[in-house]
């Protein structure tokens, strides 16, 4: 698998110990504060609320009950019950219920029965100073509460609440529900004794307070949770329910006035159930398709000075969570920004670092193909700077050693070349060498065989002499240079003329030459090419039998031709193979050792190859193969090659 690049593994990098850890934490901070601080907030916020608003209504409440208490041992009440017929009594007792109206602002009616039932003064104004109308003068003047629950209690001594009700002492129509607030009132009944006989009760003090007062604390609770957050308790509103924890006596919804929790429209019977199990909770639940929350209390009970209550507060979900979703939102999207920019700053910093690097990876290809020449600019981080200057230094020194490596190759080569060319240069030298002395030994002598040994001694200096100029010829084309000139040749007329030069030689063995070939061109020089077959040719009669054949071959398969000479000699032995076309390597006891090295030179400057096939059985057969000609390589015309011999010799002539 091919290495990840650097950005990627920053990339990667940077995601495993930032991204990932960033993820968890916007995640806790959406899900955990955003979802779990926020309901336990406005869980604690909500109990707080209906906690103060419970607490507001029973204080206010226990103001009227002490009010009560107080005014029923005022002595214009009791000297009007004693003295009924008085009529200014009556008259200063009116006075001071118009006065507690007008200073306590709450009340709709105080009024005083006497122990019958008729009502002996009430006040005939409102907190407002407004004086009640002729309507409630003459029902009140007619009155006659003998037969009501609360004045039969009172009567007998004992203070009695009147819970949330339409009383009829002020309204003709008692008929549910209303949305008025001004149409209902709680009301407190006391006893009225004399002075002088305390176990006597002499009359019944009567107050109305109006719901107004108790409705205005609800609203208010709704005031105060927008001023504290407009966004997330905006919705936020109390209401009232009886002590059944099923009629609703108090909301923002005048019309659920006198409806039922657990009945319509309100259709929550679970809510109440729970409530009733729990009334100082807090609930979650879902009314018309919404989800709220809600905390209720319970007020005082009857026994305590109150009447028993609920005090509910609650907020829509929706609105409780907007803020945290708005956050999160905020949060994610600013999270996304920053990992943009992360992004942005890592593909910076990485393409800072992997510019020189790549750079210094293009330069070490280079040095690796040869070209120690090859250099890196220093740039980016201190790091990569002193990479590229420590890179520069080991291309300098690797290409000063090339150097030294090149020059000591050579002269190892020349070395080489020198003592094999003395060998072999020696060989043919000595008996020239010896026919020379014997021949100039004879002059001397004047022997009878001087013409004789002059004979032979011509000859063997000739024979030696053909042989150093094969010697020079070896050596020459072993050394070689690159092809001197290139042309088409027909590969079956070269075959076909190699296999004549060696017609004669062949017939003294006793060996046939079978030339089979198909019509192929190669581009090349041709003399470069007949050398090579030459020297195949000459290895194969050399190691054919006699009475055998030695067969010479070209079969073409893509692209690419193979000349084949095949010899049925003994062929070559396992462990000599891998040396015959190493230089000076020869199986023969004559020659220079370099035929096959030559052949390996000439097909690999013509793009082919030389190659011993292993396949073979019988014998030994070497293989010369090169690339067929294409149209693209085509040899240039005759006119092309003098115009480009002319371009040669004009550049010659100029100063170098």
Same mark, same amino acid.
């Given at each position: 698998?091919?290495?990840?690049?650097?950005?990627?593994?920053?990339?990667?990098?940077?995601? +495993?110990?930032?991204?990932? @850890?960033f993820a968890v934490f916007v995640y806790f901070v959406i899900d955990f504060v955003g979802r779990t601080v926020t309901a336990?907030?406005? !869980?604690?916020?909500?109990?707080?609320?209906?906690?103060?608003?419970?607490?507001?209504?029973?204080?206010?409440?226990?103001?009227?009950?002490? $009010?009560?208490?107080?005014?029923?041992?005022?002595?214009?009440?009791?000297?009007?019950?004693?003295?009924?017929?008085?009529?200014?009594?009556? &008259?200063?007792?009116?006075?001071?219920?118009?006065?507690?109206?007008?200073?306590?602002?709450?009340?709709?009616?105080?009024?005083?029965?006497?122990?019958?039932?008729?009502?002996?003064?009430?006040?005939?104004?409102?907190?407002?100073? !407004?004086?009640?109308?002729?309507?409630?003068?003459?029902?009140?003047?007619?009155?006659?509460?003998?037969?009501?629950?609360?004045?039969? &209690?009172?009567?007998?001594?004992?203070?009695?609440?009147?819970?949330?009700?339409?009383?009829?002492?002020?309204?003709? $129509?008692?008929?549910?529900?209303?949305?008025?607030?001004?149409?209902?009132?709680?009301?407190?009944? *006391?006893?009225?004794?004399?002075?002088?006989?305390?176990?006597?009760?002499?009359?019944?003090?009567?107050?109305?307070?109006?719901?107004?007062?108790?409705?205005?604390?609800?609203?208010?609770?709704?005031?105060?949770?927008?001023?504290? $957050?407009?966004?997330?308790?905006?919705?936020?509103y109390a209401f009232l329910w009886k002590e059944d924890a099923n009629t609703i006596i108090g909301h923002p919804d005048r019309?659920?006035?006198?409806?039922? #929790?657990?009945?319509?429209?309100?259709?929550?019977?679970?809510?109440?159930?729970?409530?009733?199990?729990?009334?100082?909770?807090?609930?979650?639940?879902?009314?018309?398709?919404?989800?709220?929350?809600?905390?209720?209390?319970?007020?005082?009970?009857?026994?305590?000075?109150?009447?028993?209550?609920?005090?509910?507060?609650?907020?829509?979900?929706?609105?409780?969570?907007?803020?945290?979703? #708005?956050?999160?939102?905020?949060?994610?999207?600013?999270?996304? *920004?920053?990992?943009?920019?992360?992004?942005?700053?890592?593909?910076?910093?990485?393409?800072?670092?992997?510019?020189? +690097?790549?750079?210094?990876?293009?330069?070490?290809?280079?040095?690796?193909?040869?070209?120690?020449?090859?250099?890196?600019?220093?740039?980016?981080?201190?790091?990569?700077?002193?990479?590229?200057?420590?890179?520069?230094?080991?291309?300098?020194?690797?290409?000063?050693?090339? !150097?030294?490596?090149?020059? *000591? &190759?050579?002269?190892?080569?020349?070395?080489?070349?020198?003592?094999?060319?003395?060998?072999?240069?020696?060989?043919?030298?000595?008996?020239?060498?010896?026919?020379?002395?014997?021949?100039?030994?004879?002059?001397?002598?004047?022997?009878?065989?001087?013409?004789?040994?002059?004979?032979?001694?011509?000859?063997?200096?000739?024979?030696?002499?053909?042989?150093?100029?094969?010697?020079?010829?070896?050596?020459?084309?072993?050394?070689?240079?690159?092809?001197?000139?290139?042309?088409?040749?027909?590969?079956?007329?070269?075959?076909? !003329?190699?296999?004549?030069?060696?017609?004669?030689?062949?017939?003294?063995?006793?060996?046939?030459?079978?030339?089979?070939?198909?019509?192929? #061109?190669?581009?090349?020089?041709?003399?470069?090419?007949?050398?090579?077959?030459?020297?195949?040719?000459?290895?194969?009669?050399?190691?054919?039998?006699? $009475?055998?054949?030695?067969?010479?071959?070209?079969?073409?398969?893509?692209?690419?031709?193979?000349?084949?000479?095949?010899?049925?000699?003994?062929?070559?032995?396992?462990?000599?193979?891998?040396?015959?076309?190493?230089?000076?390597?020869?199986?023969?006891?004559?020659?220079?050792?370099?035929?096959?090295?030559?052949?390996?030179?000439?097909?690999?400057?013509?793009?082919?190859?030389?190659?011993?096939?292993?396949?073979?059985?019988?014998?030994?057969?070497? #293989?010369?193969?090169?690339?067929?000609?294409? @149209?693209?390589?085509?040899?240039?015309?005759?006119?092309?090659?003098?115009?480009?011999?002319?371009?040669?010799?004009?550049?010659?002539?100029?100063?170098?």
């Open positions: 698998m091919a290495p990840r690049p650097l950005t990627i593994r920053l990339l990667f990098a940077t995601l +495993l110990s930032v991204g990932v @850890p336990d907030a406005a !869980e604690f916020y909500l109990r707080n609320k209906a906690g103060d608003v419970a607490d507001k209504i029973d204080l206010s409440l226990r103001e009227r009950r002490l $009010d009560l208490l107080l005014w029923v041992r005022e002595p214009t009440a009791v000297d009007a019950l004693l003295e009924r017929e008085d009529a200014a009594a009556r &008259e200063r007792l009116t006075e001071a219920l118009n006065t507690l109206c007008r200073v306590k602002e709450v009340y709709d009616l105080l009024a005083v029965f006497d122990a019958s039932g008729r009502p002996v003064a009430w006040n005939t104004q409102r907190a407002s100073g !407004e004086t009640i109308s002729e309507e409630n003068r003459l029902r009140l003047e007619g009155a006659d509460v003998y037969n009501a629950r609360w004045f039969t &209690e009172a009567l007998g001594g004992r203070e009695v609440p009147v819970d949330w009700h339409r009383d009829s002492l002020l309204l003709k $129509d008692v008929t549910f529900p209303s949305k008025e607030p001004s149409d209902y009132s709680v009301g407190y009944a *006391a006893p009225i004794r004399d002075p002088a006989r305390p176990d006597t009760v002499v009359g019944v003090w009567y107050s109305l307070l109006g719901w107004r007062a108790v409705q205005e604390l609800l609203d208010r609770a709704q005031i105060d949770a927008r001023a504290v $957050d407009t966004e997330r308790y905006r919705s936020a019309s659920l006035y006198g409806t039922y #929790v657990a009945g319509p429209p309100v259709n929550l019977p679970e809510l109440r159930e729970a409530v009733l199990k729990n009334p100082d909770g807090f609930h979650i639940y879902d009314y018309q398709g919404k989800s709220k929350r809600a905390a209720f209390r319970r007020t005082l009970g009857v026994g305590e000075g109150g009447f028993g209550w609920i005090v509910g507060v609650g907020v829509k979900d929706e609105q409780v969570f907007e803020p945290a979703r #708005v956050a999160g939102t905020i949060l994610l999207v600013g999270s996304l *920004a920053a990992a943009l920019g992360l992004l942005v700053t890592i593909l910076v910093v990485s393409s800072t670092v992997t510019r020189p +690097l790549v750079a210094l990876s293009q330069e070490a290809d280079r040095v690796a193909r040869g070209e120690l020449g090859a250099r890196v600019v220093p740039s980016g981080p201190a790091e990569t700077t002193a990479l590229a200057q420590s890179f520069n230094r080991m291309a300098e020194e690797l290409e000063a050693s090339r !150097e030294k490596l090149v020059r *000591a &190759e050579k002269e190892l080569a020349w070395r080489e070349m020198a003592r094999q060319v003395s060998h072999e240069i020696k060989n043919p030298l000595t008996p020239m060498k010896l026919s020379i002395q014997l021949l100039e030994r004879a002059w001397r002598d004047r022997s009878p065989e001087f013409e004789n040994i002059l004979q032979r001694a011509i000859a063997t200096i000739d024979r030696q002499i053909e042989s150093l100029r094969r010697i020079a010829t070896d050596f020459k084309a072993f050394a070689g240079s690159a092809v001197h000139k290139r042309e088409n040749i027909q590969i079956t007329k070269l075959l076909e !003329e190699t296999a004549a030069l060696f017609a004669a030689s062949a017939q003294s063995k006793r060996v046939r030459i079978v030339v089979s070939s198909e019509q192929a #061109v190669v581009l090349g020089d041709p003399e470069e090419l007949q050398r090579a077959v030459v020297n195949l040719l000459d290895n194969a009669l050399q190691a054919a039998p006699p $009475d055998t054949a030695v067969d010479l071959t070209a079969r073409s398969a893509q692209g690419r031709i193979r000349i084949c000479v095949l010899d049925r000699g003994a062929g070559v032995p396992a462990d000599l193979r891998p040396k015959l076309f190493t230089p000076y390597f020869s199986t023969r006891t004559h020659g220079t050792g370099l035929g096959l090295s030559i052949v390996r030179r000439i097909a690999e400057d013509h793009g082919g190859a030389a190659m011993l096939d292993e396949g073979t059985v019988e014998g030994t057969a070497m #293989v010369l193969e090169l690339p067929l000609a294409t @149209p693209s390589s085509a040899a240039p015309t005759e006119g092309a090659q003098a115009a480009a011999a002319e371009k040669g010799a004009a550049a010659q002539r100029l100063p170098s």
